[in-house]
């Protein structure tokens, strides 16, 4: 599908049967189960949440293709008027897929050892001055979320036996491919699926409805634990319900925002995870950085909104 031979953007070939684009934080909504009992469906999303070398493999490949982006975009400046959204589509399925590395808990030996490897390299990657977000963000973001009885997996010099294969997909030596996924799922996308990227950026999700999701989320948490006597379930289902939740809210903070109101639904969001400090530290951090990560984007272009009563937020 990539023609690594296009020397600037007006070369690139744009697919026309192109499916429609879906981010690795708003497909976390469709793994939820339907089930009688509310509680054992938000427990069982746990089950069914994406495998950590998955996520790692397509925010590497949307990463590598808003790089080529912009190496193109330098050969030819003129064509960025009319094609930068597809590089900010491109940079928001990257970090939407980080992100998601950061919100969704490890449940096999092979996303344990993702989790210490990404641990390991942006440990090194700050440490080098290399980061994009705030070092003590990133920090905060990489602890462990919920308690569990897995012991921290240390990589050193070595990779550990039976991570063999996972440490090729996590460095990007096998790297995904398009599937024909029709929309449903999270898929991998390059400059080619350009026409695409832009209808899939020019359609953002309503902020003021995640918002209102994710706090009816919060509530049902807090309902459930009122319940008497407590559900089996409890447990698990808190853990999925606030992931979903910090989804939703990650994804108030990655897309720009459009309008006043857009901006004061990010306001909203920020004083919602100041408030909610008894969350995992890790998943309310993963909101900051992807709240980061929009003011960025927006800043970028006249088209986006930055200031509120003079304050630029």
């Given at each position: ?119 390991k390299e942006r440990g090194e990657q700050y440490r080098s ?135 004061i639904m990010k306001m909203e969001v920020e004083w919602l ?41």
């Amino acid at each position: 599908m990539t023609d690594t031979t296009a020397p600037t953007l007006r070369d690139l070939v744009f697919a026309t049967d192109s499916a429609p684009v879906i981010d690795e934080l708003a497909a976390l909504d469709a793994l939820l189960p339907e089930m009688p009992d509310e509680l054992e469906r938000y427990a069982a999303l746990l089950e069914r949440l994406p495998p950590l070398l998955d996520l790692r493999g397509r925010a590497l490949v949307h990463a590598l293709e808003y790089q080529r982006f912009l190496t193109l975009a330098e050969a030819d400046p003129s064509a960025l008027e009319y094609m930068v959204d597809i590089g900010n589509a491109l940079a928001l399925l990257a970090h939407a897929g980080e992100i998601a590395m950061l919100l969704v808990p490890p449940g096999s030996p092979e996303d344990h050892f993702a989790k210490a490897m990404l641990t390991k390299e942006r440990g090194e990657q700050y440490r080098s001055g290399g980061g994009v977000h705030d070092p003590k963000l990133m920090e905060r973001a990489l602890r462990r979320s919920f308690a569990d009885s897995h012991p921290r997996l240390i990589i050193g010099a070595r990779i550990p036996p039976g991570m063999e294969e996972a440490s090729r997909r996590f460095g990007g030596a096998v790297l995904p491919q398009p599937m024909a996924g029709g929309g449903t799922a999270p898929d991998v996308y390059h400059l080619e699926h350009g026409l695409a990227l832009e209808a899939w950026f020019d359609d953002p999700p309503d902020l003021a409805t995640l918002l209102d999701e994710a706090r009816t989320l919060f509530a049902s948490v807090e309902a459930w634990l009122q319940a008497e006597p407590p559900s089996p379930f409890w447990f698990g289902a808190r853990r999925g319900a606030l992931i979903l939740a910090y989804a939703h809210l990650c994804r108030i903070g990655l897309w720009p925002a459009r309008s006043s109101d857009d901006l004061i639904m990010k306001m909203e969001v920020e004083w919602l995870i100041s408030e909610r400090a008894a969350d995992p530290d890790p998943m309310r951090a993963a909101v900051e950085i992807a709240l980061g990560v929009g003011r960025r984007i927006a800043r970028q272009s006249e088209r986006f909104v930055t200031v509120l009563g003079g304050v630029e937020l």
